[in-house]
């Protein structure tokens, strides 16, 4: 089961698959609540050895697979396991459908697998501050090879991922402001995180605004239909969200 404090620390990572940091198992067996912030009775910390991103291109889904290894200290009956963040915040407990008898020396390995599905932007009008309300068209285009595209998607679905990048009149850009990182806002089941781009070195034609994956390139672009200037000195400012729909 999500716990209540999932989605605040999801909001927390630059990648989605780097919430999920550590597992730790235990002997308890209360059935998980959403209130949980621990194990009924830890008693191993399985640290992640490997993790693998993909996505399947039709229908997009982003998977990923990881794996966490620890030794038993001591003879015990595991009953429970739940997912840690980098933070040391429990995203997910459950219960083991057949508990595992482990002795003093054993190797426990543990492989989770999650599956993200992005919502693709619908929206066909964006509200710009002191332009106004601009009607724009998306283009979302993942790149053909599921890996690549697994990692592009692991930035993109996490709020803090990706960058906004203006294009401009005459084929240059506007780059992202990288020192910027307030914390994100939390409403709902809505993580949403602002970001800006460097101030304007002059007045500048904005043709595309695109939030990017700089590793890959993936990009989701919205293109006004209407194009508009940002003056010298002045930046842009959008708010990028993600919505979490835990299951």
Same mark, same amino acid.
């Given at each position: 089961?999500?716990?209540?404090?999932?989605?605040?620390?999801?909001?927390?990572?630059?990648?989605? =698959? @780097? #919430?999920?940091? &550590?597992? !730790?198992?235990?002997?308890?067996?209360?059935?998980?609540?959403?209130? *949980? $912030?621990?194990?009924?009775?830890?008693?191993?910390?399985?640290?992640?050895?490997?993790?693998?991103?993909?996505?399947?291109?039709?229908?997009? !889904?982003?998977?990923?697979?990881?794996?966490?290894?620890?030794?038993?200290?001591? #003879?015990? &009956? %595991?009953?429970?396991?739940?997912?840690? =963040?980098?933070?040391?915040?429990? %995203?997910?407990?459950? %219960?083991?459908? $057949?508990?595992? #008898?482990?002795?003093?020396? @054993?190797?426990?390995?543990?492989?989770?697998?999650?599956?993200?599905?992005?919502?693709?932007?619908?929206? +066909?009008?964006?509200?710009?501050?002191?332009?106004? $309300?601009?009607?724009?068209?998306?283009?979302?285009?993942?790149?053909?090879?599921?890996?690549?595209?697994?990692?592009?998607? *692991?930035?993109?679905?996490?709020? !803090?991922?990706? /960058?906004?990048? %203006?294009?401009?009149?005459?084929?240059?850009?506007?780059?992202? +402001?990288?020192?910027?990182?307030?914390?994100?806002?939390?409403?709902?089941?809505?993580?949403?995180? /602002? !970001?800006? &781009?460097?101030?304007?070195?002059? *007045?500048?034609?904005?043709?595309?605004?695109?939030?990017? *994956?700089?590793?890959?390139?993936? =990009?989701?672009?919205?293109?006004? $239909?209407?194009?508009?200037?940002?003056?010298?000195?002045?930046?842009?400012?959008? +708010?990028?969200?993600?919505?979490?729909?835990? =299951?």
């Amino acid at each position: 089961m999500w716990t209540n404090q999932a989605i605040q620390a999801l909001a927390q990572v630059s990648r989605l =698959s @780097d #919430a999920f940091a &550590t597992v !730790k198992l235990g002997t308890g067996t209360t059935p998980p609540t959403a209130s *949980d $912030t621990n194990l009924q009775t830890p008693v191993l910390t399985a640290n992640r050895q490997s993790v693998q991103v993909t996505a399947q291109l039709n229908p997009v !889904k982003l998977i990923i697979q990881a794996q966490y290894t620890v030794t038993a200290n001591a #003879a015990a &009956t %595991l009953s429970e396991a739940g997912v840690f =963040s980098p933070g040391g915040v429990l %995203l997910y407990r459950w %219960l083991l459908q $057949t508990p595992i #008898a482990v002795e003093q020396g @054993d190797q426990v390995v543990i492989q989770i697998n999650v599956v993200a599905t992005p919502q693709h932007p619908t929206t +066909d009008q964006i509200t710009i501050a002191g332009v106004g $309300t601009v009607g724009v068209s998306y283009n979302v285009t993942l790149p053909a090879v599921p890996a690549v595209a697994g990692t592009a998607l *692991d930035v993109w679905m996490a709020a !803090k991922g990706p /960058r906004l990048r %203006l294009f401009l009149a005459g084929a240059s850009f506007l780059e992202p +402001d990288t020192n910027y990182s307030p914390a994100p806002t939390i409403t709902g089941t809505r993580a949403t995180q /602002r !970001k800006r &781009t460097l101030p304007a070195a002059s *007045d500048v034609t904005v043709v595309e605004i695109r939030a990017t *994956d700089p590793e890959t390139g993936f =990009s989701v672009t919205a293109v006004p $239909t209407s194009t508009f200037t940002l003056y010298q000195n002045q930046r842009l400012y959008m +708010d990028y969200y993600v919505e979490y729909t835990l =299951s």
